[in-house]
């Protein structure tokens, strides 16, 4: 069966899964950034071996909405920019999904035996969070790198005399050579906090809803199911997670020394534009997790059985 599948199996049907719902969605995903640093963007422009050039974004407002922010990217930057930072981006799910996703499972059931000695298959709700929390920490660990390189190069202008990256090789090199290690690991502390409750509140979400829809017999388990456990998960994702990610793509944009901590991050934030300043991209964040999601899960469920008739036969 597809749930017994073998942890290695599961890290890859993860990895193959992320990777598809990213190229997908990715332009979702660049209208969500680009919303989220506007106002306060501030471009690095390596000049020379010891020296950056900071040009800073005009404060007026430049995009207006999902629609109006894909449609503005695209007339000025063309369709390409859309996915700009999309290497970047499957570096980052062929690392981080593969272990938040792919390890879950396997977490969930060592938590259960461990803590409460169950081995009959049933996983309470605590163990499911705890299992959540674990997985999504550890990712973010060893993603870290490539989600700073996939912010920036998302939040550059393509084309415009302020782009600084040109690959992402090129982006590891001049952030670590610039700004040190450190650079890569910037926005550690938010980004882990954002992946906690998001893997909470979209995997946890996702594995209590479906089995609640099969255990009730409102559905079965299959591609309906899947759908709408998928809807649900993205939605609770999205509400949770929104605040932290606005402060966990300032902060890894930012220049060295314009924010000491996230939490000055965070109270900067709100000291320039108040509460609703956390929620700025929610609409194209909303509408990016939702469909990532839906992509993510009905593939992720049919690439597992797809591997576990590979197994068997």
Same mark, same amino acid.
């Given at each position: ?45 390596? @000049? ?8 800073? !974004?005009?404060?007026?407002? &430049? ?23 999309? !290497?970047?981006?499957?570096?980052? =799910? ?18 259960? /035996? ?23 920490? *550890?990712?973010? *660990? ?11 190069? &998302? ?7 302020? &782009? ?8 590891? $090199? ?18 882990? !906090?954002?992946? @906690? ?12 809803? $479906?089995? =609640?829809?099969? %255990? ?13 456990? %998928? ?20 902060? *890894? ?7 000491? /901590? ?5 109270? $900067? ?45």
């Amino acid at each position: 069966m597809a749930d017994n599948l073998s942890l290695h199996y599961k890290i890859l049907c993860a990895g193959a899964s992320a990777c598809f719902a990213d190229l997908v969605t990715f332009p979702l995903d660049t209208a969500k950034v680009r919303l989220q640093i506007q106002g306060e963007v501030r471009m690095i422009i390596p @000049a020379a071996e010891s020296s950056v050039i900071i040009a800073q !974004s005009t404060a007026t407002a &430049q995009y207006r909405g999902l629609i109006g922010t894909l449609s503005t990217i695209v007339k000025h930057e063309g369709v390409k920019s859309l996915f700009n930072g999309l !290497s970047a981006g499957l570096q980052r =799910q062929l690392c981080f999904s593969s272990i938040r996703i792919g390890f879950y499972d396997h977490v969930k059931t060592v938590y259960q /035996s461990f803590l409460f000695g169950n081995t009959d298959g049933a996983v309470n709700y605590p163990t499911r969070i705890l299992a959540g929390l674990t997985t999504g920490g *550890m990712a973010v *660990m060893i993603a870290q790198p490539t989600d700073v390189v996939k912010v920036r190069f &998302q939040a550059q202008l393509q084309g415009s005399s302020s &782009q600084r990256y040109t690959s992402t090789m090129q982006a590891y $090199k001049t952030i670590g050579r610039l700004e040190g290690v450190a650079g890569l690991w910037r926005g550690t502390l938010p980004n882990a !906090s954002r992946n @906690a409750i998001v893997n909470v509140a979209e995997i946890v979400c996702y594995d209590i809803v $479906k089995d =609640q829809f099969i %255990a009730r017999g409102i559905l079965s388990d299959s591609t309906p199911c899947h759908f709408a456990s %998928a809807v649900i998960a993205g939605l609770c994702a999205t509400t949770v997670a929104s605040p932290v990610d606005v402060v966990k793509t300032r902060y *890894m944009n930012s220049r060295p020394g314009t924010y000491r /901590s996230s939490i000055h991050c965070a109270a $900067k934030t709100f000291a320039e534009g108040g509460a609703k300043a956390f929620f700025k991209g929610f609409t194209p964040s909303f509408c990016r997790l939702v469909s990532w999601n839906i992509v993510m899960w009905t593939t992720f469920e049919k690439v597992k059985v797809l591997m576990a008739n590979v197994v068997d036969s």
